[in-house]
């Protein structure tokens, strides 16, 4: 069973940062670490996914230039660097693993996590 432990959320002003964490262990088969959110009233969509082996990351297009995504050197930590945020980056915002490739759709992805709430207030 995977089990994952995620932190960073908060509540910030526009135009502020924030940097969500998530570790995951008892799951040597990861391949693919990704971000998903969800809003109230919306369906969970991709934020953004690396590969555990290198490679390049991706991006929804409405994150791209403004969120980052990486792996610490032990590769079971995936971090999401959240710049420039605005109100419609509300949401709660799930760590995912796969053991296969990377995509940004939600339903091939097995391993969740609890979520963590960013709320961005204007």
């Known amino acids: 069973q995977v089990q994952i432990v995620e932190s960073g959320g908060g509540s910030v002003q526009a135009g502020g940062s924030l940097r969500l964490s998530c570790t995951i262990l008892?799951?040597?088969?990861?391949?693919?670490m990704g971000w998903f959110r969800q809003a109230p009233g919306k369906e969970r969509e991709g934020v953004a996914a690396?590969?555990?082996?290198?490679?390049?990351?991706l991006y929804a297009d409405a994150v791209k230039g403004r969120f980052t995504v990486s792996l610490d050197d032990a590769k079971n930590t995936v971090f999401l660097q959240m710049n420039s945020l605005n109100p419609d980056d509300t949401a709660m915002y799930y760590c995912?693993?796969?053991?296969?490739?990377?995509?940004?759709?939600?339903?091939?992805?097995?391993?969740w996590g609890q979520g963590t709430q960013v709320t961005v207030s204007s």
């Open positions: 995912a693993v796969r053991g296969a490739y990377c995509e940004l759709y939600a339903p091939l992805f097995g391993g």
């Open positions: 008892n799951y040597p088969y990861t391949k693919c």
């Open positions: 690396i590969y555990t082996d290198g490679g390049d990351p």
